[in-house]
């Protein structure tokens, strides 16, 4: 065993997060879009990398208003909030259920409202306790219908402090659709006057100013994913994979790698075994493709990636690789695109599949 430092001592894979990076990308944002006030999206423990470190950097950097997609992360977010900004806005994407009303009012959480049913439930069942309205301006997922958008607003009693949307296609900023959403968002927010408007998450950030409105709303790039089609090289890598190589072996020519033998080897060839499989979040459709950082150069992923390991081919390394040595699968070396590209998936799907095994470790 060599090449360890102290902070290499793990038997597993782990994830180092740089809440510095955070920071850095938020006020990338906030500098991309800066007449909007710029709110973090922390829904499925922060996209993966741990709810409450994530938060706590986020208000330490005046962030003032989150979403989350259920009223359960919306009460563990106040908890972590409490201390640090008692005040914040927390908003929940998926709207109230009859059971859920009682936990949207003890953690003080407001619910976007999906439909004039959810309005009218909560401008009766509340003291106009404020709501965000989500209008469906043609994603067809959550959201009022535009047929609902009248009634609602002539509701009595409802307390509406923010209307958003959500752009179906901003992963390409030329795309038609994108601007078809924002006149209409435009033209039915006027329909509340009292009530500041979001159109835009990490796509519409980045994207002129006539999608930002008074709120933008980020996830994946806050945590250095593109939200793109194409990398977006301002934004800093947040999380780097990184795993240690539990074993070595050199196979002769013919002998094959791993389940069902899909890796064969043409000549002599050396590979290194890595603790790290689909069981912690690298998905399987790596397998054969994707790459590793070790000892100074690249390696491909030989065979098929299982449960708990990886085997990379190392037969061309030049700087010798012992085991306890570290291998970085995406944030240092190859960016959370070109993982995600060659797992046939995106950064959202790398960073929130990341297992209950990989150790986060804040920097
Ligand atoms: C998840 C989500 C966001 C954040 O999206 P990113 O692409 O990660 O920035 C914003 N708005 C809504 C409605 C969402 O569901």
Known sequence: MSGHTASDKTSGPWVDISLDALAANYATLRAA????EMAAVVKCNAYGLGLAAIATKLAEQNC??????YPEEGAALREVLKPLNADAAIYVFNGPLPQTMALFQSAKMAPVLNSLEQA????????????????????????APLSEIDAI??????????????????????????????KLFGAV???FPQARASLSAS???????????????????????????????RLEPVAVLRAPVVQLREIAPGETVGYNASFKATAPT?????????????PASGSGRAQAVIAGGRARIAGRISMDLISLDITDHKNPINTGDIATF???GIRLFEAAKSCNTSAYELLTGLGGRVDRRYL
């Open 270 to 282: 050396r590979l290194a075994t890595v603790a790290l499989g689909y069981g912690d979040g690298m």
């Open 33 to 36: 879009a800066p007449d909007a």
């Open 64 to 69: 003032k208003t989150f979403f989350v997609a």
């Open 120 to 143: 009218t439930t909560w401008a009766a069942e509340t003291d106009g306790a404020p709501a965000a309205l989500h209008i469906d301006t043609g994603m067809n997922r959550l959201g």
């Open 203 to 233: 796509g519409g950030a980045l994207m002129d100013a006539r999608f930002h409105f008074d709120l933008v709303r980020p996830g994946v790039a806050l945590y250095g994913g593109s939200p793109f089609d194409i990398d977006e090289a």
């Open 153 to 182: 607003a002539a509701l009595s009693g409802l307390n509406i402090n923010l209307v958003m949307s959500h752009l179906a296609c901003a992963s390409d900023p030329a795309h038609p659709k994108n601007d078809e959403q924002c």
């Open 330 to 332: 995406f944030g240092e």
């Open 189 to 191: 927010a006027k329909d």
